[in-house]
């Protein structure tokens, strides 16, 4: 077995208590890095397995996470989910040395690099789908796709004896 190569990402009081703070990689999802009230350092891709919530920015307490989207709970140890709830993350080998924090420089590059966060928002629509309620229609449209909503302002009321 080889020896691993560290990369340095941060000192250890840089990292909130009871909170995360995120690495980049060059390709592939951000790294999340947690310390909790123990001073217990953790990193795991910022993803969570349901939805795909950023970790990073949910609540630390003890050894887990609550995903900021929908209170799952996330092991710091291992990435799982707690029951009864199922699903993984990866997790990242962390290292700290002299108050330094170090996450294995091969995993940063290789690990998880093909896995995306989720698209929010409305479901995508086929060029014949109806539009969506309330939405103007796109430039250049047949007048009878229904166009704006009509002006439905109050105009002014008649003089008194008109009409």
Do not use: Y
């Not at 887990?64 to 989207?69: I, N």
């Not at 709970?73 to 799982?80: A, E, K, N, S, V």
């Not at 990242?92 to 995306?116: I, P, S, W, Y």
């Amino acid at each position: 077995m080889s020896a691993r190569d560290w990369t340095l990402i941060c000192q250890v009081q840089e990292i909130p208590v009871l909170g995360s703070r995120r690495v980049a990689r060059k390709q592939g999802l951000d790294v999340a890095v947690f310390r909790n009230d123990r001073n217990e350092v953790f990193a795991l891709l910022d993803r969570c397995p349901h939805k795909g919530g950023p970790l990073s920015q949910g609540i630390v307490f003890g050894t887990s996470v609550a995903c900021p989207l929908h209170n799952w709970t996330i092991g710091l140890c291992d990435g799982q989910a707690s029951a009864p709830d199922e699903g993984c993350t990866p997790k990242f080998a962390v290292k700290v040395e002299d108050g330094q924090v170090f996450l294995d420089a091969n995993e940063l590059t290789t690990q998880a690099t093909d896995l995306t966060r989720p698209i929010a928002g409305p479901a995508r629509r086929g060029p014949h789908a109806p539009p969506l309620r309330g939405s103007l229609p796109p430039e250049g449209a047949d007048p009878a796709w229904g166009g704006p909503a009509p002006d439905r302002r109050v105009s002014s009321p008649l003089p008194l004896g008109a009409g």
